[in-house]
């Protein structure tokens, strides 16, 4: 979306809460739209406590509202310090809950189900992640790239690499998905040669990268990957040396 495109959002959700604050459905998606304020430099990363706010309280009017359950849910395992009302031990808890919520919902929409399956990935929930990205799959065989994407990012954490990497030369070799996931999924695919002695292998491939992008580091990088979705530092670490040896700046 283009930066007058988010910001004419931004007049339409202010307009809609002026006879609807509490409406559970365009407060999950208000939420949701600050990471469009971010991505056009209205706003930075950081996830402030508006957000938060607007997310407890989509849960709170729509607690059968799947999107609301993933984005709460996100938001505590992220940022547990913005819930000091929780201990660490009850926070993950009952992030795990609303995680569980948001699947169990049954959402249909496939991007509500990505929303779900990533929030239980998040978590932690590792088997209940694949079997719902599977789920999305099958639900809709064509989807946005973003979805084989994070399956593809969760399968190689996982370390399940010869699935993962089919899942990434699709993205990184159809067209449908050049100019978007395709820069994600190449970069998964050089991890993985590395990872399996292909050092060579994965030099091309992140020469293919800076051929699309001569600018592109792993900070760059990484965003494209969705790496949002991973939780271990270390494994973030290793992401990040590694893709070094095969070419990529830090």
Do not use: C
Not at 41 to 64: H, S
Not at 162 to 180: I, P
């Amino acid at each position: 979306m283009s930066l007058e495109g988010v910001k004419e959002a931004g007049k339409l959700f202010e307009t809609i809460f002026e006879t609807e604050p509490n409406n559970p459905v365009v407060l999950s998606m208000y939420a949701w739209y600050f990471t469009a304020e971010a991505n056009v430099g209205l706003r930075d990363w950081n996830i402030g406590k508006d957000m938060i706010e607007t997310a407890k309280r989509a849960v709170k009017y729509g607690p059968d509202l799947s999107d609301a359950n993933s984005l709460l849910a996100t938001l505590m395992a992220k940022n547990p310090k913005e819930f000091p009302e929780y201990s660490e031990e009850e926070l993950i808890e009952t992030a795990r809950k609303y995680a569980i919520n948001s699947s169990d919902l049954n959402p249909t929409g496939i991007i509500s189900i990505l929303s779900a399956v990533n929030s239980l990935f998040i978590v932690g929930l590792y088997d209940q992640a694949v079997e719902n990205y599977e789920k999305a799959l099958k639900v809709a065989p064509h989807p946005p790239g973003d979805v084989k994407l994070n399956y593809a990012l969760t399968l190689t954490y996982l370390e399940e690499y010869e699935k993962a990497y089919k899942l990434a030369s699709e993205l990184s070799e159809n067209e449908q998905y050049f100019g978007g996931s395709q820069m994600g999924a190449l970069g998964i695919r050089a991890f993985i040669d590395m990872e399996e002695g292909r050092s060579n292998d994965a030099k091309k491939v992140a020469e293919r990268i800076l051929e699309i992008d001569s600018s592109i580091n792993f900070k760059k990088l990484r965003r494209s990957m969705k790496t949002f979705i991973i939780m271990d530092r270390s494994f973030m670490e290793k992401l990040s040396t590694t893709l070094e040896k095969a070419g990529i700046d830090p």
